[in-house]
């Protein structure tokens, strides 16, 4: 009876130590684990301080972080881009929303270039026509009164009526009067 | 999001300016006053006569102008 006892928690004994090196073993390689996740995010980590700018942080990196890294120091980038006035920097850092807003905005100020300079060109067009119409407004007034004399010069008929002649006409015409004697002056 | 496709083209207008033929041709010469012309006129006529005369002479003006104005305008340098 006693030795049947004995046997029975002699076999209880190996089973449950069994079973303990079993558990020891399967939370021995958990640990492991757990320990090479710890390993690699400090690798990632360590990578991205080392080289912040690297495309690819760490094979180590989980995509996530290394996408968000990318996309942060990109951000990075094309701000100073943006502030710096670089196009091309701009175009390889920025996104494509920004891209566009500072093309938009980049076409508004050639634009407004474009108008302001227009405009300094008409007004400045504007002021030498009106020079120019100034200046023809005197010449016209002069010639008016060189008209008005060659025919008010000419003689008038018995019926009271003026006669330009050749010459008279000539005058009015302002052209250079003929030689007397005939054949044109020049 | 839509992300937009990246903007990538550049575009430069040039625009360039020509004086119209009809502005650059020489104006046809003013007619010349036959030899033993006469005009008789009365008080009106003289004044219609005086206001033709200067009329053209301030059309021809004009035209010059506006010629060298045109060709000054299109040698500019591109805007």
Redesign the interface.
Known sequence: MIRTIASFGATATVIALVGLGGIIAVQRDRLADKQAMIDDQAACVASIRLAPRADRPSVKCDLVVSTAVIRAQQSIDCDSALAGGAVYRT?ASC???V??VV?DRDTARIERD?LQ??LA?LRA?QA??LN?AAK?AK??AH??TL??A??DDAPV?GA???????DC??Q????EP?APG?GPTR | MVQPADPQVRVKVVERLYCPADLSAAPAPRPTVPEGASVTVNAKGKAWLAALSVWGDALLDQILDSQAACAAATSAPDR
Request: charged share 30%; net charge positive.
């Open positions: 175009a996104s494509p929303m891209k566009v093309a474009g300079a227009d060109r067009d030498a026509a120019r023809r010449t016209q010639k008016e008209a008005h060659a025919l008929d009271g009526l003026t006669v330009c002649s050749a006409l000539r009015l015409a302002g052209e003929r005939g």
